[in-house]
C-alpha cells in the first residue's frame, strides 16, 4: 500500500489547476445561466491534450494514468461540473470504448481526431423505455449489403449537441451491438436539447436514427458485443463520475468554508458556531472517505481488473457525498446560499445529477448487492 | 380528542384546492421561467376572501382562524410554491404584523384593505450583516416632533418590492439593544424616500420577489407605530412564531404534491418489466415519505388548534418549520429521484419544485434557528438559559 502521489501526478495536479483556475473557472457561470456547452474550454483543453487525456501518445493523447486523469475531473468539476461531465464523456464513454474495443484501422481514424477535439464523442444509449433497464433498448441495426441501417430514438444523449462521433448501442440479428456513427451521415438527427436542473452547460439531446445506414467498418467489436462495451464504459464512466463528485464536494466546502470564516452574526464569524462547525466537518468527512474510494476506483482502471463492483460502490457513495455535502454547505450560506450570483446555488443543482446519470443510485445498489450474494448462491435480478 | 375538520374548514379547502388546480397549476411553470409576481392570481384570490382568510371578518377577513389558514397554505404549496411565498409573506407576516400588534385605527386603516387584498403586505426585517442575527439591524428611527424618521436597508423582502403597506424593523435606542431599542413601524409605499434596490437571482420560488428595500429619511407618523416603542423585537418574534407555522403548512403542501406524483410516477413507469411500484427501493421511499408527511400533517393542524384555542405555540412552531421544511426538500428529493431524468429536467414541475423546496430550510429563520428555538425553550424549563 502506498497513498502517495507520484511526482508526476502531483505535477499534473498543479497543471491541472492552473488551468481550470486560469481557463474554466471564469467563464463556469456564464456556461450554466447561458446553457452554453463549454466549447472554448474543450478547444483550450485540447491543447494541452485534456481530451486525450488517457490515450497513448500514439494517438496523440496524454497517455496519463486513470489516477491522473480522474484528478482532472476532478479538478474541473470543483470549478464547473458541466465542463468535467463533459469531458468525462467524451473520454471515459467513447474514447476509451474505441480504445478498448476498436480495430487498429478505427483507432487510427478516429481516436486522433478526438484527441485533438476535432470530434467530441458522445454516448448513446438511453431510450424512452430503456432507461435502467437499459437491455430493453428498441433501436435496431438491420444488417443491409455492406452494413446496418439504423432505426430508433435515443434520449438524453450527454454531448449530443456538440459530437462528431456517435456511439451508438442497437439491437442487431446477434444481440446488442455497438457502432460509430458520424455527425452528419444521412439519417441521423440530433433533437431536442433538455433543459435540466443542473449541467446546463452539457448538450443533452434526443437522437433520431431513420434510415440511418452505417458501415460494416464502423461496427466496434462484433455484434452481440455491444452491451459488454457498454458496461465497461458505463463502469468507467462511475468512477469518472465519482471523481467529478468529490470535486465539486471539495469545492463547495472551500466556498462554504471561506463564507462561515468572514460571516459575521452574534457578533462572530459563524465558524465559530458548533453547528456551522459540524457543518463542515461532517461535509469533509464524507469528501475525504470518497477521496481514496475514488482514487482507489482510478487506480483499478488502470490494473485492468473488473470494475463492476467497485465502480457501483464509487458511484453510489459519490452521489451520496455530493448531494449531502453540496446541501450541508448551502445550509452553512443560508440565503446566500440560494443565491444564483454565488456559486452555490449552481453547485447544488448540478450535484443533483449524480444520483441519476451514468445509472442512478438504485442501480448501483443491485450491482452491490448482487456481488454479496454471488457467494451465496444468490441470484439477484434488478 | 377530535380529529375531525370543522364543515367550514373542509368547505375552504375544496374552495382552494379547486382554484390552485384551476387558476395556479396552469400558470406556475411560467411565472418561474419569466421570474414574474403572479399579480392576477392574487387579485382573484382577493376576490374570493382568501387574502384575509384567518382574520375576523370585522376586519375584512374571512374569519377562518388559523387552522383555516393552514389550510389555505397547505393547498397552495401543493400547486405553487412561489404563490404560496407571496401570499405567506402578504397575510401571515405583513398583514399577521398589524393583526397582532395594531391598534384599533391601524387596524381600520390598514388591516382592512389588506385583509381584503385590495392592498398587499409584506414585513421587513432583515439586514445584510443581521440574517439569523436579527437582533443586530442598524435600521435607524429618529424621533422628530409627531414623526420618526426612518434612515437603512434592508435586503431579502419577499413582496418588498410591490408591497402597499410594509411592517419594517428599526432601531429606536441603541444604547438598549434588541429588548427595549427596536420598533415596528408601518410604513406606505411611496412615502418619499422609500425606494426599491436591486432585485434577487434566486436558485427558486422565482416567481416571488425578493428585493433590497432603501429608506432615505423616510417621514412616518407617530400614529404607524406599530405596538409600543421599544417593543419591536417581541412584536416580530410574536409575528415570525405565526410565519413558522404556516409555512410548514406550505411545505407540508408541497410534501403532500411529491407523495402523489411519485405514487403516480411508480404507477405508470415500467422498467425491467414491471411498474416501479412493484421495487421494494420505490415501495421503501414511498412508505418513509407518506409517514413523514402523514406526521408532519398532524403537527401542523395540532399547532394550528393551539393557535385557534389562544394556547402558548412557539417551540411547536418551530419545529413545524424545521421539521416541515426538512420533510418537503426530502420527499421532492425522492419525488426526483424515482423520475429519474425526467425528475432532472425543466419540463416537469418536480425540478421547480426541488428548487422551490430548498428555500423552506432558510427563510423564515434558518433551521439551524429553529433548532435554536426549540433548545432554548426546553432548556429553559430545566433553568438553563441558551444564547444564540
Given at each position: 500500500?502506498?497513498?502517495?502521489?507520484?511526482?508526476?501526478q502531483q505535477m499534473?495536479?498543479a497543471?491541472?489547476?492552473?488551468?481550470?483556475?486560469?481557463?474554466?473557472a471564469p467563464?463556469?457561470?456564464?456556461?450554466?445561466h447561458?446553457?452554453?456547452?463549454p466549447?472554448?474550454?474543450l478547444?483550450k483543453?485540447?491543447?494541452?491534450?485534456?481530451?486525450?487525456a488517457?490515450l497513448?501518445?500514439?494517438?496523440f493523447?496524454?497517455?496519463?494514468d486513470f489516477?491522473s486523469?480522474?484528478?482532472?475531473?476532478?479538478t474541473?468539476?470543483?470549478?464547473?461540473?458541466?465542463?468535467a461531465?463533459?469531458l468525462a464523456t467524451?473520454v471515459?464513454l467513447v474514447?476509451?470504448?474505441?480504445?478498448?474495443?476498436?480495430?487498429?484501422?478505427?483507432?487510427e481514424?478516429?481516436?486522433?481526431?478526438?484527441?485533438a477535439?476535432?470530434?467530441?464523442g458522445?454516448?448513446a444509449?438511453t431510450e424512452?423505455d430503456a432507461g435502467?433497464?437499459a437491455?430493453?433498448l428498441?433501436t435496431h441495426?438491420?444488417?443491409?449489403g455492406d452494413?446496418?441501417?439504423?432505426?430508433?430514438?435515443?434520449?438524453?444523449?450527454?454531448?449530443?449537441?456538440i459530437?462528431?462521433l456517435f456511439?451508438?448501442?442497437?439491437?442487431a440479428?446477434?444481440?446488442i451491438t455497438?457502432?460509430v456513427?458520424?455527425k452528419?451521415?444521412?439519417?441521423l438527427?440530433?433533437?431536442?436539447r433538455e433543459p435540466?436542473l443542473?449541467?446546463?452547460?452539457v448538450?443533452?439531446?434526443t437522437?433520431?436514427l431513420?434510415?440511418c445506414?452505417?458501415?460494416?467498418?464502423?461496427?466496434?467489436?462484433?455484434?452481440?458485443?455491444?452491451?459488454?462495451?457498454?458496461?465497461?464504459?458505463l463502469?468507467?464512466?462511475?468512477?469518472?463520475l465519482g471523481?467529478?463528485g468529490?470535486?465539486?464536494?471539495q469545492?463547495?466546502?472551500?466556498?462554504a468554508?471561506?463564507f462561515a470564516s468572514?460571516?459575521v452574526?452574534?457578533?462572530v464569524?459563524?465558524?465559530?458556531k458548533?453547528?456551522?462547525?459540524?457543518?463542515?466537518?461532517?461535509?469533509?468527512?464524507?469528501?475525504?472517505a470518497l477521496r481514496?474510494?475514488?482514487y482507489?476506483?482510478?487506480?483499478?482502471?488502470?490494473?485492468?481488473?473488473d470494475l463492476t463492483?467497485?465502480a457501483?460502490?464509487?458511484?453510489?457513495?459519490?452521489?451520496?457525498?455530493?448531494?449531502?455535502?453540496?446541501n450541508?454547505?448551502?445550509?452553512?450560506?443560508?440565503g446566500?446560499?440560494y443565491?444564483?450570483?454565488?456559486?452555490?446555488a449552481?453547485?447544488?443543482?448540478?450535484?443533483r445529477?449524480?444520483?441519476?446519470?451514468?445509472?442512478?443510485t438504485?442501480?448501483?445498489?443491485v450491482?452491490?448487492?448482487?456481488?454479496?450474494m454471488a457467494?451465496?448462491?444468490v441470484e439477484?435480478?434488478? | 380528542m377530535?380529529?375531525?375538520?370543522?364543515?367550514e374548514?373542509?368547505?375552504?379547502r375544496?374552495?382552494v384546492?379547486?382554484f390552485?388546480?384551476?387558476e395556479?397549476?396552469?400558470?406556475?411553470m411560467?411565472?418561474?421561467r419569466?421570474?414574474?409576481?403572479?399579480f392576477?392570481?392574487?387579485r382573484?384570490?382577493a376576490?374570493?376572501?382568501?387574502?384575509?382568510?384567518?382574520?375576523?371578518?370585522?376586519?375584512?377577513?374571512?374569519?377562518?382562524g388559523?387552522t383555516?389558514?393552514?389550510?389555505?397554505?397547505?393547498?397552495?404549496?401543493?400547486?405553487?410554491?412561489?404563490?404560496?411565498?407571496?401570499?405567506?409573506?402578504?397575510?401571515?407576516i405583513g398583514?399577521?404584523?398589524i393583526?397582532?400588534?395594531?391598534?384599533?385605527?391601524?387596524k381600520?386603516?390598514?388591516?382592512?384593505?389588506?385583509?381584503?387584498?385590495?392592498?398587499l403586505?409584506?414585513?421587513v426585517?432583515t439586514e445584510?450583516?443581521?440574517g439569523?442575527?436579527?437582533?443586530?439591524i442598524?435600521t435607524?428611527?429618529?424621533?422628530?416632533?409627531?414623526e420618526?424618521?426612518l434612515n437603512g436597508?434592508?435586503?431579502?423582502?419577499?413582496?418588498g418590492?410591490f408591497?402597499?403597506v410594509?411592517?419594517?424593523m428599526?432601531v429606536?435606542?441603541?444604547t438598549?439593544?434588541a429588548?427595549?431599542?427596536?420598533?415596528a413601524?408601518?410604513?406606505?409605499?411611496g412615502?418619499?424616500?422609500f425606494?426599491?434596490?436591486?432585485?434577487e437571482?434566486k436558485?427558486g420560488?422565482?416567481g416571488?420577489?425578493?428585493a433590497?428595500?432603501?429608506f432615505?429619511d423616510v417621514?412616518?407618523?407617530?400614529?404607524n407605530v406599530?405596538?409600543?416603542v421599544?417593543?419591536?423585537?417581541?412584536?416580530?418574534m410574536?409575528?415570525?412564531?405565526m410565519?413558522?407555522l404556516t409555512?410548514?403548512?406550505?411545505?407540508?403542501g408541497?410534501?403532500?404534491?411529491?407523495?402523489e406524483t411519485s405514487v403516480?410516477?411508480a404507477?405508470?413507469?415500467k422498467?425491467f418489466?414491471?411498474?416501479?411500484a412493484?421495487k421494494?427501493?420505490?415501495?421503501?421511499?414511498?412508505?418513509?415519505?407518506?409517514?413523514?408527511?402523514?406526521?408532519l400533517r398532524?403537527?401542523?393542524?395540532r399547532v394550528?388548534w393551539?393557535v385557534?384555542?389562544?394556547?402558548p405555540f412557539?417551540?411547536?412552531?418551530?419545529m413545524?418549520?424545521?421539521?416541515?421544511?426538512?420533510?418537503?426538500?426530502?420527499a421532492?428529493?425522492?419525488?426526483?429521484?424515482?423520475h429519474?431524468g425526467?425528475?432532472?429536467s425543466?419540463?416537469?414541475?418536480i425540478?421547480?419544485?426541488?428548487?422551490d423546496?430548498?428555500?423552506?430550510e432558510?427563510?423564515?429563520?434558518?433551521?439551524?434557528?429553529?433548532?435554536?428555538v426549540?433548545?432554548s425553550?426546553?432548556f429553559?424549563q430545566h433553568?438553563?438559559?441558551?444564547?444564540p
Open positions: 500500500m502506498d497513498f502517495t502521489l507520484s511526482e508526476e499534473f495536479r497543471m491541472f489547476r492552473d488551468f481550470s483556475a486560469k481557463e474554466v467563464g463556469a457561470e456564464e456556461i450554466d447561458e446553457e452554453k456547452p466549447l472554448d474550454v478547444r483543453a485540447a491543447n494541452q491534450g485534456f481530451l486525450g488517457t497513448p501518445e500514439d494517438y493523447g496524454a497517455e496519463l489516477v486523469y480522474a484528478m482532472l475531473i476532478e474541473l468539476a470543483g470549478d464547473c461540473m458541466s465542463t461531465v463533459t467524451h471515459s474514447a476509451m470504448s474505441i480504445l478498448g474495443h476498436g480495430t487498429d484501422t478505427q483507432k481514424e478516429w481516436l486522433p481526431p478526438m484527441a477535439g476535432e470530434m467530441i458522445c454516448f444509449l424512452p435502467s433497464d437491455m430493453a428498441q441495426a438491420a444488417p443491409d452494413g446496418y441501417v439504423l432505426d430508433g430514438v435515443k434520449t438524453w444523449v450527454a454531448n449530443g449537441g459530437a462528431g456511439l451508438v448501442f442497437a439491437a440479428p446477434g444481440g455497438a457502432f456513427v458520424e452528419d451521415v444521412p439519417g438527427t440530433v433533437g431536442y435540466t443542473g449541467l446546463r452547460g448538450a443533452i439531446n437522437l433520431y431513420e434510415d445506414h452505417v458501415p460494416a467498418a464502423n461496427r466496434l467489436g462484433e455484434e452481440g458485443e455491444g452491451w459488454d462495451i457498454a458496461q465497461r464504459a463502469d468507467r464512466m462511475a468512477i469518472t471523481a467529478a468529490l470535486g465539486v464536494a469545492a463547495a466546502v472551500d466556498v468554508a471561506q468572514e460571516r452574526q452574534f457578533g464569524p459563524i465558524a465559530k458548533q453547528a456551522i462547525q459540524n457543518h463542515l466537518a461532517d461535509s469533509l468527512i464524507e469528501v475525504e481514496y474510494l475514488v482507489h476506483g482510478a487506480w483499478l482502471v488502470d490494473q485492468e481488473s463492483f467497485d457501483a460502490v464509487v458511484k453510489a457513495f459519490a452521489a451520496r457525498v455530493a448531494r449531502s455535502v453540496t450541508r454547505m448551502l445550509q452553512v450560506m443560508g446566500y446560499g443565491m444564483e450570483d454565488y456559486p452555490m449552481r453547485k447544488y443543482r448540478d450535484a445529477a449524480l444520483g441519476i446519470i451514468g445509472g442512478p438504485e442501480l448501483q445498489q450491482t452491490v448487492a448482487q456481488w454479496i457467494s451465496k448462491d439477484i435480478a434488478p | 377530535d380529529f375531525t375538520f370543522a364543515p374548514h373542509i368547505a375552504l375544496r374552495l384546492r379547486e390552485a388546480e384551476n395556479m397549476a396552469p400558470l406556475a411560467e411565472i418561474d419569466e421570474g414574474r409576481v403572479p392576477e392570481t392574487l382573484k384570490m376576490k374570493i376572501g382568501l387574502l384575509g382568510v384567518c382574520f375576523p371578518q370585522k376586519y375584512g377577513g374571512m374569519g377562518a388559523e383555516g389558514y393552514c389550510i389555505l397554505m397547505e393547498e397552495l404549496g401543493r400547486v405553487c410554491t412561489s404563490t404560496a411565498t407571496n401570499v405567506g409573506a402578504h397575510i401571515g398583514a399577521m404584523s393583526y397582532l400588534d395594531g391598534t384599533e385605527e391601524q381600520q386603516k390598514y388591516l382592512m384593505p389588506l385583509a381584503r387584498g385590495e392592498k403586505g409584506a414585513f426585517l445584510a450583516d443581521a439569523s442575527d436579527a437582533a443586530a442598524r435607524r428611527a429618529v424621533r422628530d416632533g409627531n420618526w424618521v436597508t434592508k435586503t431579502f423582502n419577499t413582496n418590492s408591497a402597499d410594509v411592517t419594517v428599526a429606536t435606542d441603541p438598549l439593544g429588548r427595549g431599542g427596536m420598533t413601524f408601518i410604513v406606505e409605499a412615502t418619499p424616500g425606494k426599491v434596490g436591486t432585485h437571482n436558485m420560488i422565482r416571488s420577489s425578493t433590497e428595500l432603501i432615505e417621514r412616518v407618523p407617530h400614529e406599530l405596538g409600543k421599544g417593543e419591536g423585537f417581541i412584536s416580530f410574536k409575528t415570525l412564531d410565519g413558522r409555512l410548514g403548512a406550505a411545505c407540508l408541497g410534501a403532500q404534491a411529491a407523495l403516480h410516477w404507477k405508470t413507469r422498467q418489466g414491471v411498474a416501479l412493484h421494494q427501493s420505490v415501495q421503501w421511499m414511498i412508505a418513509d415519505m407518506a409517514t413523514e408527511v402523514e406526521a398532524s403537527l401542523v393542524y394550528a393551539l385557534d384555542t389562544g394556547q412557539t417551540q411547536l412552531a418551530a413545524c418549520k424545521m421539521y416541515g421544511s426538512e420533510v418537503a426538500s426530502r421532492i428529493d425522492v419525488a426526483l429521484q424515482i429519474g425526467l425528475g432532472y425543466r419540463d416537469f414541475p425540478e421547480r419544485n426541488f428548487r423546496a430548498r428555500i423552506s432558510i427563510f423564515e429563520g434558518t433551521n439551524e434557528i429553529q433548532r435554536i426549540i433548545a425553550n426546553i429553559r433553568g438553563v438559559r441558551i444564547r
